[in-house]
C-alpha cells in the first residue's frame, strides 16, 4: 500500500499552524508564532510548513493533499447572511469588511498557493488542495488523535462557519456531525464578551478570566446576583445545552466590538474595565458568575451528548475545551467513563484535525489498533548540539555541559531546592497553548514568594495569575484529588486535605492582594485560591528526562513536583530556538538556563546585569 503524505494547515485569523501525517502519523506539527515570534500570529504558516518538510524530508510535490482547516466560502455566505439578517445596523463595518473579506474568503485558494510557493517551488498541477470544515477539524483532532475506537465528539468553540457547537460520534476511522448550534449563538463568544468586559484581550484572554474566577465569592449576593441577570438577561439556556444570546446586549455580529458597551454597564452597574485598572471584587465576582454559568452550559451539553449518542467515553475540542476548570467539572460530574481533551484543542490544532479528516475520511485509510497519538505534544523543532553551540559563541554565553543527564539533574535539583528559579529546554518543542516540559520555566513548589517572583520578575504579568504543577505521574494521589492522569494541564484538580493549610478566620474578608498571598498548602506556589491546581502529570515513557528530573526534585526534596510554566514573558510566544531561550533568560530574573546538556548561570554571564540588552519588544496581550 502506497505511504499517504498529509499537510494540515490552519491560518488567516489567529494561531496558524501546520501539521503534517505519514500514513495517520504525526511527524511534526508547529504553530507559526515560534518562529516568526508574534502571539498567535494567523500569516500563512509558511516556516512552519518548512519545518514540517524538512523533519520528513519530503518535498510539496510529495504530498497526496494539502488540506486547509476549514471552507472560505461558507464562512463568506455567514458574514453575508449575518449582515443581511441585522440590517441596517452595522453596514459601517460590513463596508470596512468587505475589502478584506473579499480577498480572504473569496481568494483563499490563491492566497494558499502563492503561500506555498513561498515555501518553495511546486507544480501547481500535480497538488491536491482539499477543505475541511472547521468543525470537523476540531472533532477529527481529538476523535483521531484519541486512544477511543468509538466515542462521542463534542466541539465547542466562537464559531467556525455556521457552527458554535457540534455533537458527533467516532467509530474505527467513521467520523460524523449528528448535531449542531449556529452562529450567532455561542458559548465561547459569551465567554469572550466577558473576557473584554473585564479586561482582557479577545483570543487570547480567556485563559485569564478562568484564572479571576476563583478570587470571586461564589455564594455572595453580588456573585448570585450577576448569575441571575446573566441567565435572564444575556443567555437562555436550554435542558439541552443549546443556548439563546440576546443580540441586543452584543455588538459582534455586525459590529466592530464584541458588546453595547452601554447596556453592559446599565446590567452589572459597572463599565468596560480597562487593562490598566486595579482590579475589584466586583471584577472577581463578576468572572466567577460567568465561570459558573459556562461550566453549567457544557456540563448540560455533555449530559445531552450522552444521551444522543449512547456513547461512554467523551472527545472534546475547540477553543473552550481549553477551560480545565470545566473540563474537571465534567470529569467529577461522572456523566462519561472517560474524557479525551485535544491538547492543542484551538485553531492550531484544526490543522491537525483537518490532515486526520481528510486521512481517514478521504484517503479512507484504517485505523488499525488506535492508541493516543499526541507523543506528549512534543511534535516541534529539536536542536543539536553543533546548533547550541553556534549560539553560546554568538552571545559569548558562559556554560557548564555535561555528559550524564543524572547529573546534570541532580544539580539541578539542588539549585531548584534553593529557590531558584530555571529555564528548562528540552528536545522536541511543544505544540499547542501549553509548555509541558520541553519549553518550560521551572520552581519549588513549596516556596511561598514563589508565585509573586515567577509572575511579576520573570513573566512580567499580571499578579493574579495562578501557576501549574506538574508532579510525578505515579504521585500525583499523593497530593491532588485526581481522578484521571493529566498529561496535557487541560483538567484542574483540588489538592488533597492532607496537603491543605488551615486558613484565617477572616480569609474571605481579607482584601484582593493579601488573599492571594495567604499558603493555603504545603506546596503554595502551585495552589490557588480556591485550593485547585491545573496539573500535568509527569509520564516516564512521554518525556523521560523531565521525569528524570522529577525524580531527582523527590531525591532533594520529597517531593516529585515542579512549578511549571510556559518559557516566555508576557506578550510573547513559548521560546523556540536556543538564542530565544537565552534572550529570554538574559532579560528576566531568572537564576539559572538548561539548554539540553548545558547550564548557564545567571551570576556568571557577561554583563548579566544588563536585562534591557536583551529584550524583545512584544506587544501585551
Not at 449530559?303 to 475540542?317: M, N, R, V, Y
Not at 514563589?450 to 504543577?469: H, S, T, V
Amino acid at each position: 500500500m502506497a505511504t499517504k503524505n498529509v499537510l494540515g494547515i490552519s491560518a488567516f485569523y489567529h494561531d496558524s499552524a501546520a501539521v503534517l501525517l505519514i500514513d495517520g502519523e504525526i511527524v511534526a506539527a508547529t504553530q507559526e508564532e515560534r518562529f516568526t515570534r508574534e502571539k498567535h500570529t494567523e500569516v500563512f504558516p509558511v516556516q512552519s510548513i518548512r519545518f514540517c518538510l524538512d523533519e520528513a524530508g519530503l518535498t510539496l510535490d510529495e504530498l497526496d493533499a494539502i488540506v486547509f482547516y476549514e471552507k472560505p466560502f461558507l464562512k463568506f455566505e455567514r458574514l453575508l447572511q449575518t449582515y443581511y439578517a441585522f440590517a441596517p445596523k452595522g453596514i459601517v463595518s460590513f463596508l470596512k469588511a468587505m475589502p478584506v473579506w473579499v480577498k480572504e474568503k473569496i481568494f483563499l485558494k490563491k492566497n494558499i498557493y502563492d503561500g506555498l510557493f513561498e515555501v518553495e517551488n511546486y507544480d501547481k498541477k500535480k497538488l491536491k488542495l482539499v477543505f475541511s470544515s472547521h468543525h470537523l477539524s476540531h472533532a477529527a483532532s481529538a476523535f483521531y488523535a484519541s486512544p477511543f475506537e468509538h466515542a462521542a465528539v463534542l466541539t465547542i468553540d466562537g464559531v467556525g462557519e455556521w457552527s458554535t457547537v457540534s455533537i458527533g460520534t467516532g467509530n474505527g476511522n467513521n467520523l460524523g456531525i449528528k448535531k449542531e448550534l449556529n452562529f450567532p449563538h455561542s458559548v465561547g463568544l459569551l465567554y469572550s464578551a466577558f473576557t473584554y468586559f473585564l479586561g482582557f484581550k479577545v483570543n487570547s484572554g480567556e485563559y485569564k478570566l478562568m484564572g479571576l474566577a476563583p478570587f470571586g465569592n461564589k455564594d455572595s449576593e453580588q456573585t448570585l446576583q450577576f448569575i441571575q441577570l446573566i441567565k435572564s438577561t444575556l443567555v437562555d439556556i436550554k435542558d439541552d445545552g443549546s443556548i439563546w444570546l440576546n443580540q441586543s446586549y452584543f455588538n459582534y455580529a455586525t459590529g466592530l466590538r464584541m458588546i453595547n458597551e452601554q447596556k453592559w454597564k446599565a446590567l452589572f452597574g459597572f463599565g468596560t474595565k480597562n487593562p490598566d485598572d486595579e482590579i475589584e471584587q466586583k471584577h472577581c465576582n463578576l468572572a466567577i458568575a460567568i465561570q459558573t454559568v459556562t461550566e453549567e452550559i457544557v456540563l448540560k451539553l455533555a449530559k445531552f451528548t450522552k444521551d444522543f449518542t449512547g456513547e461512554s467515553k467523551l472527545c472534546l475540542a475547540g477553543g473552550v475545551a481549553l477551560n480545565c476548570v470545566a473540563n474537571a467539572k465534567l470529569l467529577d460530574a461522572g456523566i462519561f467513563d472517560e474524557i479525551y481533551v485535544q491538547p492543542a484543542a484551538g485553531d492550531a490544532g484544526g490543522a491537525l484535525g483537518a490532515a486526520l479528516a481528510i486521512h481517514y475520511l478521504y484517503f479512507n485509510e484504517t485505523r488499525a489498533f488506535p492508541m493516543e497519538k499526541m507523543q506528549g505534544t512534543y511534535l516541534g523543532p529539536s536542536y543539536s548540539e553543533k546548533e547550541i553551540m553556534q549560539m553560546n559563541k554568538q552571545t559569548k554565553a558562559v556554560y557548564k555541559s555535561f555528559t550524564d543527564s543524572k547529573e546534570l539533574c541532580s544539580e539541578l535539583a539542588t539549585i531548584l531546592k534553593s529557590d531558584k528559579i530555571v529555564g528548562w529546554f528540552q528536545g522536541k518543542m511543544e505544540f499547542g497553548p501549553r509548555a509541558l516540559g520541553n519549553r518550560s520555566i521551572l520552581g519549588n513548589p513549596r516556596s511561598l514568594e514563589m508565585q509573586k517572583k515567577l509572575n511579576l520578575q520573570i513573566k512580567y504579568r499580571e499578579g493574579f495569575r495562578p501557576f501549574a504543577p506538574s508532579v510525578l505521574e505515579e504521585d500525583a494521589h499523593l497530593y491532588f484529588d485526581l481522578k484521571q492522569n493529566s498529561p496535557y494541564m487541560l483538567f484542574t484538580a483540588n489538592v488533597n486535605q492532607q496537603t491543605r493549610k488551615e486558613l484565617p478566620k477572616n480569609y474571605n474578608l481579607l482584601p484582593f492582594w493579601e488573599r492571594l498571598y495567604v499558603s493555603k498548602s504545603s506546596f503554595p506556589a502551585i495552589t490557588h485560591l480556591d485550593f485547585s491546581a491545573r496539573i500535568q502529570t509527569v509520564s516516564k515513557t512521554t518525556n523521560p528526562i523531565f521525569h528524570l528530573l522529577l525524580e531527582s526534585m523527590k531525591q532533594a526534596t520529597g517531593h516529585g513536583m515542579l512549578v511549571n510554566t510556559s518559557f516566555n514573558v508576557r506578550g510573547e510566544p513559548i521560546v523556540c530556538t536556543p538564542l530565544d531561550a537565552y534572550r529570554c533568560f538574559m532579560s528576566t530574573d531568572m537564576d539559572y538556563l538548561v539548554i539540553e546538556n548545558f547550564l548557564y548561570c545567571k551570576q556568571e554571564q557577561l554583563d548579566f546585569e544588563n536585562k534591557e540588552k536583551w529584550k524583545v519588544k512584544v506587544i501585551f496581550d
